[in-house]
C-alpha cells in the first residue's frame, strides 16, 4: 500500500468531476480503495466531435445507466450533470438537437445539476448555448457547473459569472470550476462556489493548492481530479488530502474542500445529501444492469490486486 493512503485511512471523499466513462476498472477499485465513496461526471465531449444526436442521446443514457451501475460495482455513488459541452456547443446544428433531448434527462436519478457548460473559445454559439442552458437549469431548479476556459481563463471566468447573474441565477447554484490563484478571489467574492481541478502539467498541481486552501480557507472550495480520457489522476483527491493533511491542514477543512462542501453545493438538486456516505453501499459485484455485469465469462467477483498470478 502506498505511503500517502496510511494517513488518510478513514476518510471519505467525494470526487466531485471525474469522467469515468474513459477510466477501467482498475481505476474504480484504487479509488475505493483511496476512499472515495462518490464521483460527479459531468457530460462533456469525448475528444472527438460527435456526428449526430443518437451519440449524445447514448452517452447521457449511459450517465444515468451503465457507468452509475458500474461505480455502485465498487461501492461508490455516482452522480451525474447534464449539459451540452462548450466545444460542441459550437456545431450548432447539432446543437440545436442536443437541446432537443436534454430536458429528458436532467430528471433522471443521480442529476445533480446541468454541465459541464461554459466557454471554450469564448465563441458566440458557445455563449448562445451557454445561456440557453442556464434559462433550462432555472426551470428545473439545478445547480450549474460550469467549465471555464483554458485560454484567456480570467477574462472567461468573469464573463460566466456576469452572465449567469444576467440570467437571475443564484450565485449559491453555480459551481464555476477549474480555477486557479488568479480566478478564486473574484469567484469567492461574487457567491460562487470554486471548484479546482488538479490536473497534471495543465491546471492545478496539489501543492499549490494546499497554498489555495492556506489562503483562502476551505469554504466553497471543492476539489476534484478531472481525470479522463487524457494524462490525468483519478487519485488526485485523496493525494491532495493526504499533502493537505502533512502540511497541517485541519481534518476539518480537508473534509469540506473534498467532500462536505460538494454535496451541499449540489444538494438543491435533491438527489444528493450528506447522509447518502452514512453508510457504505453494499458490493455485489454478480448483479447485472439491464443482463450486464461487470465481470465477464464465469468470472469470480475480485479479489486480489497485488498477486502476480491472475485466475
Ligand atoms: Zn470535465
Same mark, same amino acid.
Given at each position: =500500500? ?13 470526487? =466531485? ?19 472515495? *465513496?462518490? @464521483? !460527479? ?5 469525448? %475528444? ?9 442521446? #447514448?452517452?447521457?443514457?449511459?450517465? @444515468? ?5 458500474? +461505480? ?33 434527462? $436532467? ?10 457548460? %461554459?466557454? #471554450? ?18 426551470? +428545473? ?22 452572465? +449567469? ?8 447554484? *453555480? ?11 473574484? @469567484?469567492? #467574492?461574487?457567491?460562487?462556489?470554486? %471548484? ?11 501543492? &499549490? ?13 471543492? $476539489? ?10 483519478? !487519485? ?14 485541519? #481534518? ?38 439491464? %443482463? ?9 467477483? &475480485? ?9
Amino acid at each position: =500500500m502506498s505511503s500517502f493512503l496510511e494517513s488518510i485511512r478513514g476518510m471519505k471523499f467525494f470526487d =466531485m468531476h471525474v469522467h469515468m466513462i474513459s477510466r477501467t476498472t482498475d481505476d474504480y477499485q484504487a479509488m475505493a480503495d483511496a476512499g472515495i *465513496v462518490a @464521483v !460527479l461526471e459531468p457530460a462533456f465531449w469525448l %475528444g472527438q466531435p460527435r456526428t449526430g444526436v443518437d451519440s449524445f442521446r #447514448d452517452y447521457y443514457a449511459s450517465l @444515468v445507466g451503465w457507468e452509475r451501475f458500474r +461505480a455502485s460495482q465498487f461501492g461508490i455513488r455516482h452522480y451525474c450533470t447534464m449539459g451540452l459541452n462548450s466545444k460542441e456547443a459550437n456545431q450548432e446544428a447539432l446543437a440545436e438537437q442536443v437541446m432537443e433531448i436534454l430536458p429528458l434527462f $436532467i430528471y433522471k436519478e443521480g442529476v445533480v445539476g446541468i454541465g459541464e457548460i %461554459g466557454f #471554450d473559445d469564448q465563441t458566440p454559439a458557445e455563449e448562445k448555448y451557454y445561456r440557453a442552458q442556464l434559462e433550462l437549469a432555472k426551470e +428545473a431548479n439545478l445547480p450549474v457547473q460550469v467549465h471555464t476556459p483554458h485560454r484567456d481563463k480570467k477574462r472567461g471566468t468573469t464573463r460566466s459569472m456576469d452572465i +449567469a447573474i444576467e440570467h437571475g441565477i443564484d450565485p449559491g447554484m *453555480v459551481i464555476i470550476d477549474h480555477n486557479n490563484e488568479e480566478t478564486v478571489r473574484e @469567484v469567492l #467574492d461574487r457567491g460562487f462556489w470554486a %471548484g479546482f481541478t488538479i490536473y497534471p502539467f495543465t491546471k492545478m498541481g496539489n501543492e &499549490r493548492m494546499v497554498e489555495v486552501v492556506r489562503q483562502y480557507g476551505p469554504d466553497r472550495i471543492m $476539489i476534484n481530479s478531472a481525470a479522463d480520457w487524457g494524462i490525468s489522476d483519478p !487519485l488526485a483527491v485523496p493525494k491532495t488530502a493526504a499533502l493537505m493533511k502533512q502540511n497541517g491542514i485541519s #481534518d476539518e477543512a480537508i473534509r469540506l474542500v473534498t467532500l462536505e462542501n460538494a454535496v451541499t453545493a449540489f444538494a438543491p438538486s435533491g438527489q444528493i445529501s450528506l447522509s447518502d456516505f452514512d453508510q457504505p453501499l453494499t458490493i455485489d459485484q454478480s448483479q447485472r444492469f439491464n %443482463g450486464s455485469s461487470v465481470l465477464r465469462g464465469g468470472q469470480a467477483p &475480485r479479489i486480489d490486486k497485488d498477486s502476480t498470478i491472475i485466475k
